[in-house]
Structures are given as structure tokens and as C-alpha cells.
């Protein structure tokens, strides 16, 4: 029984290991220093990153509580990945943060509460990995002590994250008034579309659009990613956001299958909203990381498009494009953070003329950008057309006249920073960044992600063949 | 080397090049990229001419009909069972017609540069692009699948931006490369959204499959697709104008063609190969892809596209009478020619006797690519030799650019339609399908043909003519070998060109097809041409003030056309005034008023609680639990009252 506890749950233990041994290596005074330890980091994270490969079988632990099945796994790997790089590209920082092992373990905490909730069988359980999974972001939000804004995105974070809980629990309560039981498989049998069953749904899905920050739940987003130090806005708007929507497709197809046509019309309002709003506000920003806090709205008002198709293809649309969304993303961050780094410059009136100083990350920056706007051939595009299919599955041709206008909409918002980099007329001339072996590596990878992935129709048969045994 | 992989190496070639020059350009001395990227088009060539042999001549024909021969087949994103989008190259006879077009135009518009952008700055990167663009629109030619064809579209657009764009320092190109690109970007919507309906009707993204499916009366496809209307037209009526959509903005049709004359602002060589022989016709080119479908399955979009390109030439030719700048007169006699090869495809049916209207536009597309990129290059080194666009600025350069002067004069006839040059065979051929089967297209569509005359030798008489030679003058052509001789190989296509036996080749139904040439039908077009050019002569030989008192007597009119008949104008008005008066005002007001407002508010009222607590700004948070609670509410009502 243990032994199968184990390998079931290899995720979660592995990780929990990790936290331990950066805790003895705290204790043993090796964070000093850094650099060393950062290398010791390193490997534990390539360790895990491998580990998730070996197959696993599917099987379910402590009467249903927690499960885990090949499409969860995936999920668990594309997170690793996204760590991984995350990682990788934060280097630098970290080191000069001088608290690593404190910022890792936060970190680590995190995924393992991702972990939890991809793998759980109940509701309380998916409650619990929620909340551990963002607690510790608050403290990395403000794990700049030396900045205010830092400490105020620390802040904003954990009260209105507290105020969606809040919203949430009393969500899961009124679910549990009607229908007597909170296992997932209880929901499946016994929901009804009854007015007490929609009102926790809602609830309960404002907590959940919170996380994703669908609009209107999405004000926290701007100040948060803006405040936070880079490396966490990334792991904020990758990371997290897509372990949400990964346990979000779940709870809506299975969980709350009943209730689909309720919920088709509200994540279509949602969707609207947060296309609209992101792009739209996207587009007055001057600072990147407030852009990017705009544009990631934008993009997940879009998932929810696929995720509207209600069929297999909205999950395999779904994950298929959050890959290539963590890649994009992973890419823009890791740039923006190189050159904040440097020169402390973050807005895009900075980043004039980068094209004729940095022309590497200035390309690299575009070529993100545009799988982010959905501009063949990048992978975004497939992504973005896979979504879009997958919406018209389910018939709602009005969410998809809109999907489509942003679509273009969208285009104009990433192109005026495109325009910046390669047109525009420097007014200061932006000093050639020194690149550092991992950050670059971690470009390159995304870059090939970008590009390749489009065409790897075998990536998405892949995910179809393990979502259709579901 | 087989068949397949030499048409594999025809588009890989290019593609070669730009990846040499483009990664490695660094490393290469500057005199000699220009050079590389020339020889590695100049053996795309080649391969094309072996190809185009082995298809016409070889394996093409089966059982007296021209079939599809397909290669490099790869399965590639299946979307589900039935539906995946695969990969490959096609050979058909209008494929292999435009793969000849293309990679003889690119080379040489690659060895044309070699003179005209000689200590150009940005030399490599300027044949880097070349490159890629000539890569891209192979592949958009060759591409097996609506969806292939798609993905190179969109890669034809991104090339043409970056070469539009190229001399960036300056505003005009910069702007007018945002143009092109964001106006055939709204076009292309229009183009993936058809896609989409025909991929959902008919199951399949595949050419083959789709014709096979939506051009037999009776299938269960097509019957599936015609059945139900949307405001009077069907679900494929609506995809194929859909798609219609995208290749008119790309053919810069009528609204869409605001982007070609702003596109000048490019090297002239670019718009030879891009604004006159290749990018442009690809609407074209998809249009007569399709052709069958539209033909059987929506005669009644073939119908718009004939009526969009008769009302384009005629209206495009109308502007090209007043403009001043060269490159301006021959982008809008571009816009008309390629109205005319629309509208020879729009006048064509399915069924015997029906389909000459579709070699017609074939044939003129072939013919037209050859003299057009020959003007273009002319005006290419007038332009190099005067430093101006500007007609005034010209005048009496027959003495000092005598090869420059024969060959514009051989493709001004050409394009005008006298015999026996190439123009006049395939707008014969296009004038005899217009008259049998739409009166009123023909009688446009013969307006148009005159005014084509008319303003292109007002062209030459005002460059070659109008002002007495400068007996010293030095000759303008000395040493620019390499601009001369890509110009006297265009000639002899522009001259040549007509007497290829076009209809056994090309058809719609793969079958030869006799295209008539009789005397009763030439007579009007030609007279009427030769007319216009009399009265060029006349006006513009020598400097009168009779074209000014003609503007006088014209007034409003000319006014109009000379601006273009304000088509800029009111784009801009519904730009500026309808779109951002209605979206962006109310919702920069909804920004500063209510988002900014209600923080603000709920910020000075907690600044006023407590000086610790404003430090944090938790004013905002406040504001933001509100909209929280709000959308929870909004929620909560809207599914009650739908479903409770």
C-alpha cells in the first residue's frame, strides 16, 4: 500500500523531497553561497523535469481523493517544464536576491500544490491544493523587500486572493447544501440544474476565473505582475494560470457536465469580457510587464473559446495551446527581465530602436509576439486555430465572430510593440546586454518551441489519444 | 534527380538563399551576395523550365487531358477522423504556368538589382528578402491545400511587408508597408473564415477533394452546402466570396486596392516582381484554383468576382489617366490588368464552349507579368537616371536611354493590345469571352482597354518625347549591363509572349481548348486602342497647353480621379471619425471615468481614513473587490434567469 502510495503520487513526493532538501541545505548554510547553490537548484529541477517522463499508471489513491491519469501527467510535466525554464532564466537574479533557498522553497511549495489540485478527486481536496498552490505567491509577489511596489503587489495579492476564497468556500458549502457530498463522482450522479446548484456553481467559478484573471476578476492582475519581480509575473501568468485552467477544463466537462448548457453561456460572456478588456486595455499600456498582464487576459479569454467547444478537442485544444502559451510568454519574460535587469527599463518607449542594439532578443521578442497574436506559421496560430475549431464544435457563432475580431484586434496591440523594436527611432540608445548562458538556452528553446510545435501534428495526436481515453 | 525532387529544390532553393544571406550575410563580402542570391534564382530557373518540359511534354497528360501530378505528400495536423490538413506540392498546368512566371521574374528582378541597388546600404538584406519572398510565393503556388496555401499567403504578406518597408529610414515606406499589411490582414479574415466553411462543408481542405466534392451536381457535399441560405445566398456561395475576399486584397480589388500605390514607396525592382507580376495575381491565381467550384457550386459568386474586377479596371484606368508619378500611373495599371484577368474568370462558366474566359485570364496573366515587370523595370532605371518620380521632371529621354525607350515602347504596345504583341493576344481572347456571355462586362471592360492605350502612352510620349533631347546628354544606360539585359529578355517575352499556343495548355478542364482569333472582333478593340494613342500623340508629344485645357474643361471630374476618387479619403473618415469616435472614445471615457473614477474615489476616501494604509494604495483593492462581487452578481442573474 505504501509502495504504491509512492509511485502514484511520485509528483507530489519527489517534490516534497525537494522542499526538505532545501531546507537541510538552508540549514547547512550552502544558500551563502549562491552561486553553488543555484547549481545544486539546477539539477534538482532537471532531476524532477526528467523523473515526470517515466511512465506512471493510471490508479486513484485514498477512496478517489486523489487520482492521476496519463493526461494528468502531461499536465504535470508541461508545469515541470514551465518551472524549469523559469528557472533557468532567473539566474541571475535570484543570486544577486541573495535569499535562493527562501524563493525556492516558496516556489516548490507552490508547484506541489498545483500537484495536488490537478490530481484531486474532491472538491476539498482541489480547495486545499488551490490554496496552497497561491499563499506562497503571495510572499514571492513580495519577495522584493527593498520595493514598495513589490510589497504592495504582495499585499493586493493575498486580500483579494483572500476575497475569492472566501467567495469560493461559500461556493463549496452551498454545493455541498445541495448536493450532499463533495467527491467528484457523488457531483457527477447526484447535480441538478436547480437555482441553489447554479448559484455555488458561480461561486465557485469566480474563484476559479479569479485565478485565471478573467475579467471582471481579473483587477489585481495589472498590479501584481507589475509589482512582482520578474521571474514571479512569469511564473504568475504561466505557471499558475495554467494549472488553473488545466483543473478548470476538468471541473466543467466532468464535474459540472450537467450543468453545460448554464455554463457555456457564462463562460461565453467571460470570454467576450476578457478578450475584449485585455485586448482593448492592452493597448494603452506603456509598461511591459502591465502589457503583458493585459495581453495574458486577452489570451485566456481565448482559451475559454476552446474551452467553450465542450468535447474532447476543447481539452486537446486547450493544453495543446497552453504549451505554446508558456513558451511564448516564457520567451517575452525572460527577455524583459534580462534587459530590466540591466538597465532597469520596462516600458516600451524603452524598448525603441532594440532591434539595432539587441537584434537577437529583438527577434526572439517578435517572433513570441506573433505566436501570442496568432500570425502563421508560428505555433500560435495553430493553437489559436485549434481553439477557434474547437469552439465552433459546440455551434456559439456569436463568441466566435468576436473571438475573431480580436483575433485581429490583437494583432494591432502586439504589432505596436513590434513597430517599437524595429521602426520606431531610438531616443536613448539601450547598451548591448550581456546574455547569460542559461537565459539564452532557455530562449532557444522556446524559440524551437515556437516554431516547431505548429507543425508537430504529433504533439497533438499525442494529446488527443490520451484525452479521448478519459 | 528525379521529377519529385527537383520540384521539391525549386521552392528550397530560394529558400537557401535567404538563409545564407539572411544568417551568414555577415560573412560574405557585399559584392558578392548579390551575385549568390542571382545564381541560386537563376538554377530555380532552370529547374522550373525542366520541370514545365516534363510536365507539358511528359507525364502530364493522360488520355488527352492535363491531370494533377502530386509529390511530397505528408499527413500532417489531423483535427479529427475525417478532417486533417496535409502537406504537398501539386503540378497542374496552371501551377507549373506560374512557377515559369515566378522564378523568371525573380531572376530577373535578382540580376536587375545587381545594377540598380548597387551601394545600397542594406544590400545583402535587401536579396535575403528576395529570397524568402520568392520562397514564400513558390510555396504558395505549389501548395496541394487551401490551408498550405493559407499559411504561404500570410508568409507572401509578412516578405512583401518587410521589402515594401525596406528603405525604413523613411516615413512614407514605413507607413505604407503598415498599410499593405494591415489591409490585406483584414482581407486574409475574410479568406480563413471561408476556409473554415469550406473545410466544414465538404470535410476536406485538400484542392483536389474539394473540387471533387463541390463540383459534381449531385454530390452529397455539394447538396449539403447549396441547400440551406443565408440571406439569399448559400453556405458555399458565402464561403467563396468569403475566400473571394482574401484574394482581392491581395490583388488590391476595389475597395481593397488603397495599399498598391502606397506600396511604391519600395525599390522599383520589388515592384516589378511583387506589385506586377507575382503577390498581386495570387487572387487570382486562387480564384481560377478554385475555379470549378465557383463555376458549378456558386455561379453567383464567380459572378461578383467578374463584376468586382470589370468595375476595378475601369476604375483604376480611370486614375491612371491623371496621376504624375510614374510608379503611381503603372500601380494603377496594374490594379485595371489585374481587373481584367478577374473578370475574364468571372465571365467563364463550366460546361463546353464556357470555359474560354478562364483561359482568357490565364493567358493574360502570363502575358501581363512579362510587360509589366518590363515597365516597372524601366521605369526602374528612368527613375535611376532622373532621381525623380515626377513625369515633369522627364521628357526627351528617348537619345540618352535608347534601350530603356525600345523596350518600354514594346511593352507599352503590348499592354495596349496592338498586334502582334503579347497583350493583344490574350485581351482578344479575353474581350471574345466577355462578349458572349456578359454585354455589359464587355462594354466596361472595352472602355477600360481604350483608356489602358491612352494612358500609357501619355506615359511615354511625356518621359521619351515632349521635351527636345539634350544633344550633349551622356548615355544614361552606359555600364548598367545588368540592368539592360534582364530588360531586353522581358521584351522578348512581351513580344514574343502571345504566340504561344496557350489554350493547348491551359483550360479548365484540362482538355486543349481553341482560343478564336477573328477579324470582325478585333477590329473595334484595336481600333479603338490605336485611337487612344493618336490622341497621346497628339496631346503629349510635344509640350501644348491642350491636355491642360482639357483638365479645365474636365474639372470636377479629373479633380476627382486625380485624388484617387478620395477612396483614401473615406477610408480615413471611417477610420478616424466613425471607428475611434464610437469605440475608442467611449471606451478611453469608460477608462478615465469609471474604472479611474471609482478608484480614485474609493483612494482619496481611504487616504482620508488613514495616511499608513495609503502607502499600500489599498483604496484600489476596494475598487476591485467591487467588480469582483459585481460580475459574481452579474453571473448569478444571468444563469437564474435563463436556466432557473
Partial sequence: ?470 | MTLDNIVLLIPLLPLLSFLLLGLAGKHISVRFSGVIGSVILGASLVLALITAYDYFFAIGKQGGEFIPYLTAQLNWLPFNSDLSINLGLVLDPISVMMLLVVTFVSTMVHVYSLGYMKGEERYTTYYAYLGLFTFTMLGLVLSTNIFQMYIFWELVGVSSYLLIGFYFSRPSAVAAAKKAFIVTRFADLGFLIGILMLGYGAHSYDFFTLIDRLSHPGSSYLVAMTGASFLGMSTLTWALILVFIGGAGKSAMFPFHIWLPDAMEGPTPISALIHAATMVVAGVYLVARLFPIFAVGAPDALTVVGYVGAFTALFAATIACTQTDIKKVLAYSTISQIGFMLFALGVAGWGPGKTEGFTAGMFHLFTHASFKALLFLGAGSIIHAVHSNEMKDMGGLRKSMPITHITFLLAALAISGIPPFAGFFSKEAIFSAAEQSNPIIYWVGLIAGTLTAFYIFRLYFMIFWHKTPDAHAHNHEKGEWAMMIPMMLLAVGAVFGGFIPFGDFISATGKPLELPIELSHIILPVGLGVLSIVAAAILYRKESDVPQRIVNALGGFYRAAYRKFYIDEIYLFITKKIVFKLMGRPSAWFDRNVVDGTVQKTGSLTIALSHAIKRVQSGKLQAYTMYFFGGVLLLVVLLLYKFA
Fill in chain 1, 1 to 470: 500500500m505504501i509502495n504504491e502510495s509512492i509511485i502514484i503520487m511520485r509528483f507530489e513526493w519527489l517534490i516534497s523531497l525537494m522542499i526538505v532538501v532545501l531546507f537541510i541545505l538552508n540549514l547547512m548554510g550552502v544558500d551563502k553561497k549562491p552561486e553553488r547553490f543555484m547549481n545544486i537548484v539546477n539539477v534538482m529541477l532537471i532531476i524532477n523535469f526528467v523523473a515526470g517522463f517515466i511512465p506512471i499508471k493510471d490508479g486513484y489513491l485514498f477512496q478517489g481523493f486523489y487520482h492521476t491519469t496519463a493526461l494528468i501527467v502531461l499536465e504535470k510535466n508541461i508545469l515541470n517544464l514551465g518551472l524549469l525554464l523559469i528557472a533557468f532564466s532567473a539566474k541571475q537574479w535570484i543570486i544577486e536576491s541573495k535569499r535562493p533557498a527562501e524563493f525556492f522553497m516558496l516556489m516548490f511549495s507552490s508547484v506541489l500544490g498545483m500537484y495536488v489540485m490537478l490530481s484531486s478527486g474532491h472538491i476539498l481536496v482541489l480547495y486545499l491544493g488551490l490554496e496552497l498552490s497561491s499563499l506562497p505567491l503571495a510572499a514571492l509577489a513580495a519577495f522584493n523587500t527593498d520595493s514598495r511596489k513589490s510589497s504592495e503587489a504582495g499585499v493586493k495579492y493575498i486580500l483579494s486572493s483572500a476575497f475569492s476564497t472566501g467567495i469560493t468556500l461559500f461556493g463549496i458549502s452551498l454545493l455541498y447544501g445541495a448536493v450532499g457530498n463533495l467527491g467528484f463522482d457523488a457531483i457527477i450522479q447526484h447535480i441538478h440544474e436547480d437555482a441553489l446548484t447554479l448559484t455555488a456553481f458561480v461561486f465557485i467559478l469566480a474563484g476559479f476565473s479569479f485565478k485565471m484573471s478573467i475579467v471582471p476578476f481579473h483587477m489585481w492582475t495589472a498590479d501584481v505582475f507589475e509589482g512582482a519581480p520578474t521571474p514571479v509575473t512569469n511564473y504568475l501568468a504561466v505557471v499558475s494560470k495554467g494549472s488553473v485552467i488545466f483543473i478548470f477544463i476538468t471541473v466543467l466537462y466532468t464535474v459540472f457536465g450537467k450543468l453545460e448548457n448554464a455554463w457555456l453561456l457564462a463562460i461565453s460572456v467571460l470570454s467576450v469580457m476578457s478578450m475584449t478588456v485585455g485586448n482593448i486595455f492592452a493597448l494603452r499600456q506603456q509598461n511591459l510587464k502591465r502589457f503583458l498582464a493585459f495581453s495574458s487576459i486577452a489570451q485566456v479569454g481565448f482559451v475559454l473559446v476552446g474551452i467553450a467547444g465542450a468535447s474532447n478537442m476543447g481539452t486537446d485544444s486547450v493544453v495543446y495551446f497552453l504549451v505554446i502559451y508558456l513558451l511564448s510568454n516564457i520567451a517575452l519574460f525572460s527577455i524583459v527581465e534580462a534587459i530590466s535587469d540591466e538597465t532597469g527599463k520596462v516600458t516600451i518607449s524603452d524598448y525603441k530602436g532594440l532591434y539595432k542594439s539587441n537584434p537577437f532578443y529583438a527577434i526572439i521578442f517578435t517572433v513570441a509576439l506573433f505566436s501570442l497574436a496568432g500570425v502563421p506559421p508560428t505555433a500560435g496560430f495553430f493553437g489559436k486555430l485549434f481553439l477557434l475549431t474547437s469552439g465552433m464544435g459546440s455551434g456559439m457563432y456569436v463568441l466566435l465572430g468576436f473571438a475573431t475580431i480580436n483575433l485581429v484586434l490583437s494583432l494591432y496591440t502586439y504589432l505596436r510593440v513590434v513597430k517599437a523594436m524595429f521602426i520606431d527611432k531610438e531616443e536613448e540608445r539601450m547598451p548591448i546586454i550581456k546574455k547569460s548562458l542559461l537565459t539564452n538556452f532557455v530562449l532557444a528553446v522556446c524559440l524551437i518551441g515556437i516554431i516547431v510545435l505548429g507543425f508537430a501534428g504529433v504533439f497533438y495526436q499525442y494529446i488527443d489519444s490520451i484525452s479521448s481515453q478519459l
